[in-house]
């Protein structure tokens, strides 16, 4: 868990790398042939607060057009298209020799004051060590009372408890990003019998090809925070779900969104 943690911390390390708006990120250590999606959203993320400082990331729209190989460097090119006193609108190129692995569109803010209202469900009471599970590719404490890597017939819902190691909060959005991209297709797949989301290459195929992230208010990840995720629907080889991100009193700090490829084996 500290290797995969502190590996992790690394990739997201890219500042010295870089040279104008071009940097040169290394991949995840993992047993796995290619780029995990989740680590692009965080590249993606940190390239951007390197090139606009001044300003955070409000959102995300990531595209994936192939898959990425594990044992190459990611090479990512930002545009800034737009940066003025509130709002700056970039994008970013992800590629490796073979072309593009990833894009994103990305809009980003300062921080200005302004009333405050939601209007979410309250969050339960946060789970006991005992509902403690293990998702692959997540280096910190994670609770559940549905285990996705289980093949048991459920709603397509599921709520996740995590919280990070202390980390600099400056990482909060690349560390929440990068969760976001781990378990909603295992989500999608809880109503279908005898599927979990382990069974990717052998029972179903499938491949995040689009992936967005809205942030309302600064979080830290160090705290616990709750994963509310919902999958409305799964239709013509592809899945789609949603979730929110929210602190343990409640407080809404993202959403997020994701379409996948999932063509189930017959």
Same mark, same amino acid.
């Given at each position: 868990?500290?290797?995969?943690? =502190?590996?992790?911390?690394?990739?997201?390390?890219?500042?010295?790398?870089?040279?104008?708006?071009?940097?040169?990120?290394?991949?995840?250590?993992?047993? &796995?042939?290619?780029?995990?999606?989740?680590?692009?959203?965080?590249?993606?993320?940190?390239?951007?607060?390197?090139?606009?400082?001044?300003? =955070?990331?409000? =959102?995300?729209?990531?595209?994936?057009?192939?898959?990425?190989?594990?044992?190459? +460097?990611?090479?990512?090119?930002?545009?800034?298209?737009?940066?003025?006193?509130?709002?700056?609108?970039?994008?970013?190129?992800?590629?490796?020799?073979?072309?593009?692995?990833?894009?994103?569109?990305?809009?980003?803010?300062?921080?200005?004051?302004?009333?405050?209202?939601?209007?979410?469900?309250?969050?339960?009471?946060?789970?006991?060590?005992? &509902?403690?599970?293990?998702?692959?590719?997540?280096?910190?404490?994670?609770?559940?009372?549905?285990?996705?890597?289980?093949?048991?017939?459920?709603?397509?819902?599921?709520?996740?408890?995590?919280?990070?190691?202390?980390?600099?909060?400056?990482?909060?959005?690349?560390?929440?990003?990068?969760?976001?991209?781990?378990?909603?297709?295992?989500?999608?797949?809880?109503?279908?019998?005898?599927?979990?989301?382990?069974?990717?290459?052998?029972?179903?195929? =499938?491949?995040?090809?689009?992936?967005?992230?809205?942030?309302?208010? +600064?979080?830290?990840?160090?705290?616990?925070?709750?994963?509310?995720?919902?999958?409305?629907?799964?239709?013509?080889?592809?899945?789609?779900?949603?979730?929110?991100?929210?602190?343990?009193?409640?407080?809404?700090?993202?959403? &997020?969104?994701?379409?996948?490829?999932?063509?189930?084996?017959?």
């Amino acid at each position: 868990m500290t290797d995969l943690w =502190s590996d992790l911390l690394a990739c997201l390390d890219m500042a010295t790398t870089r040279s104008g708006n071009h940097f040169t990120a290394r991949n995840q250590t993992l047993e &796995y042939h290619r780029v995990f999606g989740g680590q692009l959203l965080g590249q993606f993320i940190r390239a951007a607060e390197l090139v606009c400082p001044e300003k =955070s990331v409000k =959102s995300l729209h990531a595209l994936f057009p192939r898959e990425g190989r594990a044992d190459e +460097p990611v090479v990512y090119d930002v545009t800034v298209h737009h940066e003025g006193r509130s709002f700056a609108t970039l994008s970013v190129l992800a590629a490796q020799s073979k072309g593009p692995i990833g894009t994103a569109s990305i809009s980003m803010h300062v921080t200005e004051d302004g009333p405050a209202l939601q209007t979410v469900e309250p969050v339960p009471g946060l789970l006991g060590p005992e &509902y403690a599970v293990g998702l692959d590719l997540i280096p910190w404490d994670t609770r559940a009372t549905a285990d996705l890597n289980a093949p048991h017939v459920g709603p397509p819902e599921c709520e996740i408890w995590m919280r990070t190691p202390e980390v600099d909060p400056a990482l909060a959005q690349a560390l929440a990003a990068y969760a976001t991209d781990l378990t909603l297709i295992g989500t999608a797949v809880r109503p279908l019998d005898g599927l979990s989301q382990t069974g990717n290459g052998t029972q179903f195929t =499938s491949a995040v090809t689009s992936h967005t992230i809205w942030f309302h208010r +600064p979080f830290r990840t160090d705290g616990w925070l709750l994963l509310r995720q919902h999958s409305p629907i799964v239709a013509h080889g592809r899945s789609f779900g949603r979730g929110d991100l929210l602190t343990d009193d409640g407080t809404l700090v993202a959403s &997020y969104a994701q379409e996948a490829l999932l063509r189930i084996a017959i």
